[in-house]
């Protein structure tokens, strides 16, 4: 990681004193930059990464701040390898902040799409987020957020038969699980981790997966993985109130996560169980 940040330009990152390390996850190395004249960047890189993963983040966060209006992290610099971006401030665990944080997000489910997709694929972790463009929601979440996953061996390693038939049988049930919801603009991969404040202690949104997609699959992984206080919810639906029954319906729309979870780590924790325990509940 010291060869890489050398390898930026001398205009853009001179003179670094400190390097420390940040949390990024199981895919890259993150590193806050601190200069001698004070400013601080963050710098995330991978030599290992595909070489469209970047500048697709790059997009993605520039998408999310020019259609919605939400407040994601200035880039600097993106190349095949890394990203410069803005260095920002931990997130405050107040009643406050969440209660931002849900309207900000409400607002960002707000903006309409016509389909369901995106116009490029992308990526979640290190396998391709598969976004080709559906008129069905019911179709897009079985077809590239359910079935997608199925095809990667450590998927099929990790489940047996009877629970990838069960599986399937909820892909065909979908129309009867889950209402009828128009395409939004979709974050992709928020969970309290991709959230920091900017220095006026407003929220700030990271790493994203972008497409058009139901507001509550997007929703799904902020209320399934260590969710933030109720406060959250509460202050989203003021800004976007949701259909009834949202709640029941946030473990279906998480399996994305956990199908993606085995298909890069195999079997992993208890991401098994909690996918059986949907297909008894849903299939």
Request: hydrophobic share 40%; with cysteine.
């Amino acid at each position: 990681m010291n060869t890489l940040w050398k390898s930026l330009p001398s205009d853009v990152v001179p003179d670094v004193v400190d390097a420390e390390p940040l949390s990024g996850g199981a895919v890259n190395d993150v590193w806050r930059l601190t200069l001698a004249d004070g400013r601080a960047y963050v710098l995330k890189g991978s030599v290992e990464a595909p070489p469209d993963l970047f500048p697709l983040e790059a997009a993605g966060l520039r998408a999310l701040h020019e259609r919605a209006g939400i407040r994601t992290p200035q880039v600097f610099e993106v190349s095949a390898h890394h990203v410069l971006m803005e260095a920002l401030h931990p997130r405050p665990d107040t009643d406050e902040f969440w209660e931002a944080a849900g309207r900000t997000f409400a607002t960002l489910h707000t903006v309409r799409g016509d389909r369901f997709g995106w116009d490029t694929d992308g990526w979640l972790g290190l396998l391709p987020q598969e976004n080709g463009w559906a008129d069905d929601g019911h179709e897009f979440f079985a077809e590239h957020r359910i079935r997608r996953y199925l095809r990667e061996p450590k998927v099929r390693r990790a489940l047996e038969p009877a629970d990838l038939a069960g599986l399937e049988r909820i892909c065909e049930r979908l129309p009867q699980l889950v209402p009828t919801s128009p395409s939004v603009l979709n974050h992709g991969d928020l969970w309290r981790a991709n959230i920091v404040a900017d220095p006026a202690g407003e929220p700030v949104f990271l790493d994203p997966a972008v497409c058009w997609m139901w507001a509550e699959s997007d929703l799904s992984m902020m209320y399934c993985c260590d969710p933030p206080p109720d406060r959250f919810f509460r202050a989203y639906e003021e800004i976007s109130p949701l259909p009834d029954g949202w709640r029941d319906r946030m473990p279906l729309l998480h399996l994305r996560e956990h199908l993606s979870v085995l298909a890069h780590f195999g079997t992993y924790g208890d991401t098994v169980a909690r996918v059986r325990d949907v297909v008894r509940t849903f299939s």
